[in-house]
């Protein structure tokens, strides 16, 4: 999996600590905390993405496409959530062109990948985003395409083969996620990870 992230900037949501905001906080603590924080996520929205990716190249080698979107259907969801019992951080894939309902992308998550897919087609980098709620941090992190995806998030006239998509079509009866090409935000990480 690729992630096109670049120089890491922070954009802190103040809009929940704002009513308890602590005059004398120190704000290069803060700062320095949501780096770090943002960095932790980063690295554990990349080991998942990569546990995914291992087991779907595998999956297309050994038995071809049409059987590796069966992998996907039935084991992408399962071994996300092992992989965050395993990272002790809870991690989803969302997108607003999503394939799979349970990854349909909340008005929070929404506005992010929107601000992301205007920066990505204006040519800039993605900058990942970190909000503070309690005593959590949510990280969302870009998940980009590559030629890879095409075969089953491609055009589905010249990209996607019939059988592949004949296979799509019985198993998602609303399904978004086609119409992809390369380089484009296919959807987002979003890490979810508690301090004390
Ligand atoms: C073999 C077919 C196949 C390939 C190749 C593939 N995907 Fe998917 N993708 C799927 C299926 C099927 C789902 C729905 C999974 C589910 O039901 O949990 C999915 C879901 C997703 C989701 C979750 C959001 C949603 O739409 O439900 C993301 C994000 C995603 N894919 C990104 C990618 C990226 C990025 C690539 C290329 C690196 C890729 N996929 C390659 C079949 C594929």
Redesign the pocket.
């Known amino acids: 999996?690729?992630f096109n992230i670049g120089l890491v900037i922070v954009f802190l949501t103040l809009s929940c600590s704002d009513t308890n905001h602590d005059e004398n906080m120190d704000k290069s603590k803060i700062d320095e905390n949501t780096i770090i924080r943002i960095q932790k996520g980063k690295e554990l929205a990349m080991k998942a993405g990569n546990e995914l990716?291992a087991n779907?190249t595998l999956?297309?080698a050994e038995k071809g496409?049409v059987n590796?979107?069966e992998?996907?259907?039935t084991k992408?969801?399962d071994l996300t959530d092992s992989i965050s019992n395993e990272l002790g951080a809870y991690l989803r894939?969302?997108?607003d062109?999503?394939?799979?309902l349970?990854?349909a992308a909340n008005a929070q998550e929404l506005s992010y990948i929107l601000k992301a897919k205007k920066t990505l087609n204006s040519g800039g980098d993605v900058k990942p985003q970190l909000t503070q709620v309690g005593t959590k941090s949510i990280g969302y992190y870009p998940?980009?395409?590559?030629s890879?995806?095409m075969?089953?998030?491609g055009d589905p006239s010249t990209e996607i083969e019939e059988e592949?998509l004949r296979r799509?079509d019985s198993?998602?009866r609303d399904d978004?996620?086609r119409g992809y090409d390369v380089n484009e935000l296919?959807?987002i990480w979003v890490v979810e990870m508690s301090h004390e």
Not at 97 to 100: E, I, Q, V, W
Not at 143 to 146: D, E, G, L
């Open positions: 999996m690729k990716m779907l999956a297309i496409t590796a979107l992998f996907c259907a992408a969801i894939r969302v997108s062109k999503n394939r799979n349970n990854n998940i980009i395409t590559n890879l995806c075969q089953c998030h592949t799509i198993l998602y978004k996620a296919r959807g």
